[in-house]
């Protein structure tokens, strides 16, 4: 059973703050995905990686996929209340996603 | 692009009773689609896979007979609760995936908040 663990699992930073989420996995995937979820929508997909030490940005949002391909990392610089939501990592593989826990982030102004 | 969308988005129904729920992928063709279920403040778990034209495969510990899935067209999925409980109350997301994506994205439809009194 591959998994995947995502942390922290929680997090409540102040507007203008950096944040790194982590999401490592003993096993290696084909790809993996970054997903944000607000309350009571399905997630929406941030970003794939999947080429192992692959770095890609989206405005302040820069995503990491780790040489070996087993853990990845979103970075976020100066958050804002609007990136407040349920981050989520999922590890791609023979197009199942296998989902990490999620890390719930909260921007207070 | 990649929009998935999802009828109803909300639903209450009787102990008992059944209901149905469906998934469309409105600009793709996604040759499996996927049915999750996320607690509050949880993660999704992934109830089964279905791909068009197949009997769908259930994860472990869901049950095949209670969560009747329908995979009828590339572009339709449909998630029946047999004899709901409270117990199966839940937001039920369902996302298309497979041929219809690059890199084994999936794309996801807004969900379907279950409430069964």
């Known amino acids: 059973t591959q998994l995947l663990e995502q942390s922290p699992q929680f997090l409540s930073i102040q507007e203008g703050e950096n944040l790194t989420v982590y999401c490592n996995s003993s096993?290696?995937?084909?790809?993996l995905q970054w997903y944000r979820q607000e309350p009571g929508e399905g997630p929406v997909l941030l970003v794939t990686?999947?080429?192992?030490?692959e770095v890609k940005k989206l405005k302040r949002l820069t995503f990491q996929f780790g040489d070996a391909r087993k853990d990845s990392s979103l970075h976020i610089t100066a958050a804002q209340p609007g990136d407040t939501g349920l981050y989520l990592c999922?590890?791609?593989?023979?197009?199942?996603?296998?989902f990490g826990k999620g890390t719930l982030l909260t921007v207070n102004p | 692009g990649a929009v998935v969308s999802q009828h109803p988005s909300w639903v209450i129904c009787k102990s008992g009773t059944s209901v149905k729920i469906e998934c469309r992928s409105l600009?793709?063709?996604?040759?499996?689609m996927f049915w999750y279920r996320q607690f509050p403040k949880q993660s999704l778990m992934l109830m089964a896979t279905?791909?068009?034209?197949?009997?769908?495969?259930?994860e472990q510990g869901v049950e095949k007979d209670k969560f009747l899935i329908n995979h009828a067209s590339l572009t339709l999925s449909t998630l029946t609760v047999t004899s709901a409980h409270p117990e199966d109350s839940s937001f039920y997301i369902c996302?298309?995936?497979?041929?219809?994506?690059?890199?084994?994205?999936?794309?996801f439809g807004p969900g379907t908040r279950l409430t069964v009194t």
């Open positions: 999922a590890g791609g593989s023979n197009y199942k996603l296998t």
């Open positions: 096993s290696v995937f084909s790809s």
């Open positions: 990686v999947v080429t192992g030490g």
């Open positions: 600009d793709f063709q996604a040759t499996t």
């Open positions: 279905s791909n068009e034209g197949s009997k769908a495969t259930y």
């Open positions: 996302s298309g995936g497979g041929g219809g994506t690059t890199r084994g994205e999936q794309y």
